[in-house]
């Protein structure tokens, strides 16, 4: 089965007597709408999927009329399943919602909504705003190097490189015919349409400027004022940390902070640019697979920030933060915690040395905190990505 984890996650929720909203929530091009596809056929409920991805978004009676269809195919006593994609990007959709979903519980009508999307901060906001205590979210991550491996057979240096979009697998012989795909058919539309779109934006030009530093920049600490002075649209800090949401709530990128044990001091801190599939950032530099490799410092950049990125998607489901820490010199690539469980990793590859002196002192500042080497004098990298990211914590 598709995505297998969450694909049958999704398959018994719907077999679930109980009335719910599931929302499937997750990047562009990941397999929310091939894997939704695939529950229905496999279910014997009558359902029903709609989709809001149009050229032009349709208003929220769009919604009000897919809805009625589906009431007047639902037999009694037996439920049906009406599924909403890309249902964000309708103005006030959440309150057309949350209308039709409380006048079925008053009739007992038995409709099991599924409400798939790629904008976070926008599904997020309608769901906190208008249907707490009505939903449960499904998260659809980037494709990690395993689920890469057993489609197309990728070595994880090629996972490192091409990253986990599956669409444009097939292409990877032809790097240029990859990297225009994953420029066109993903990067574009994640930008144009789930934040440009949806959100005000009143400099595109700086908000993509900074999407393209943030991949050139990738693994690296690199604060506001820093990027501020290589950007040519004008702008300022409070700008730049709107647009990082923005960026953020597509999936694109994180900004990872700084681990300090005061929030204040951490919201305060130059972020960690990690880009969230490795694939956007090989599209962004343009440089070969054989290019990046033959580099150990461009490679070893690309290996961290892969690190990173499945530090961040995988730990996302579970309530984990991701973080950095640095105090002068000395510095851990990645902190993860969750409650009182810390653990810091550091990533060594060819560029860097041996020596764990950072590592060393995060822990003697945590005494309770684990610390984890990825690579020579620790686990391998394969190891890494084969280990399920709560299996590193405490």
Known sequence: MFRRPMTDTIHERLKEKRKFILVILGPR???????????????????????????SPPD??????????????????????????????????????????????????????VILGSSS???????TESLAGRFEVIRFPHWSWQEMHSLAGWSLDQYIYFGGYP??????????????????????PSIS??????????????????????????????????ILGQLTDAGNTVTLSHYQNLLEGAF???????????????KNSSPKWIPLNPGL??????????ECKDDPVTWGRMVESAVGATLVNTGAPHGIEVLYWRDGNLEVDFVIKKGVSLTAVEVK??????????????????????????????????????????????
């Open 29 to 55: 091009q990941v397999g929310k709408t091939t894997a939704i596809h695939q529950v229905l056929k496999e279910i014997k409920n009558f359902h029903r999927y709609a989709a809001a991805d149009l050229p």
């Open 60 to 113: 929220s009676s769009w919604i009000s009329r897919e809805w009625e269809m589906i009431r007047a195919k639902t037999r009694k006593n037996e439920t049906s399943v009406l599924v909403l994609d890309e249902v964000q990007k309708i103005d006030n959709w959440s309150v057309a919602v949350k209308r039709l979903w409380d006048e079925d519980t008053l009739l007992g009508n038995k409709i099991h909504v």
């Open 121 to 127: 901060l926008l599904i997020q906001k309608g769901l």
């Open 167 to 188: 669409a444009p697998a097939e292409f990877v012989k032809d790097e240029e015919r990859w990297r225009q795909y994953i420029l066109d058919a993903i990067i574009e």
């Open 193 to 226: 349409k789930d934040v440009l779109l949806m959100n005000r934006v009143e400099k595109p030009a700086l908000l993509r400027q900074l999407f393209a530093l943030s991949c050139e920049y990738a693994g690296q600490i690199l604060s506001y004022n820093k």
């Open 252 to 266: 694109l990128i994180k900004g990872l902070q700084k681990w300090s044990g005061n929030m204040l001091r951490l």
């Open 281 to 290: 950032r090989s599209a962004i530099a343009k440089r070969s697979f054989p």
């Open 349 to 394: 590859t060819g560029r860097k040395r041996l020596e764990f002196s950072g590592l060393e002192e995060f822990k003697k500042r945590n005494p309770k905190a684990k610390t984890i080497v990825v690579g020579p004098g620790g686990i391998s990298l394969k190891e890494f990505f084969e280990t399920p990211v709560d299996k590193l914590l405490v």
